[in-house]
């Protein structure tokens, strides 16, 4: 999953960041592999904070790409006012740089973790990289608020719970197949 945001981070840090006069040639290294990096912590502080409802949304794509999405709003500020903090760049210079990103490589992310012809990149694999492979307790409330609408109901009892869990952990292959399952793969 890294790879594929290193890539993505790469090729729109092109305009945004490289042909951006706001930003220092010697620091554009610097910004891209800062922006990846605050861009991923960010994901991964939404899912130790329990924003699931939030993620969920962005993972089902519901506007991954939009700058008006809340998710996407939380990222760019995190992003821009850790270019700022650690470069000294200008406050409208940082936020242009993480507004022209990151709606760009959200989008082109979940799209392509959605696209059944993308090989090998799942959006179990997004979701297994922010949490960390943890057990986070709020996920089993996410599970059970969003599993009906996401086909979580395995034994067709009219509920989401644990037996449900540990039946789509059985049959699509462990916790990452559960997170495929719920987001959508």
Known sequence: MLDQLTQLV?????????KNAAIP???????????ESSLFSGLQKMA????????AG??????AGSASNPVVQQLVNQVSGNLG????????????????MI?????????????????????SDLVSAISGGG?????????????????????????VDMQ?????????GGLGGLFGKLFGK
Do not use: R
Not at 26 to 34: G, P, Q, R, T
Not at 164 to 172: G, L, R, W, Y
């Open 25 to 35: 040639n010697e620091m554009n290294e610097a910004v891209l592999k800062e922006t």
């Open 164 to 172: 449900d869990a540990m039946s789509a952990v059985t049959k699509k």
């Open 48 to 55: 130790s904070g329990g924003q699931f409802e939030q993620l």
């Open 103 to 123: 709606p760009q490589i959200l989008g082109s992310l979940i799209g392509k973790a959605k696209d059944p012809n993308e090989k090998g990149f799942e959006i």
């Open 58 to 63: 962005l993972f089902q794509g519901n506007n």
């Open 10 to 18: 790469q090729q729109y840090g092109d305009n945004a960041v490289v």
């Open 135 to 159: 057990n986070n307790s709020g996920l089993m409330d996410a599970i059970s608020k969003y599993g009906g609408q996401f086909g979580l109901d395995q034994n067709n009892d009219g509920k």
């Open 85 to 100: 903090e650690k470069f000294g760049i200008d406050g409208q210079a940082a936020n242009g740089v993480a507004s022209n």
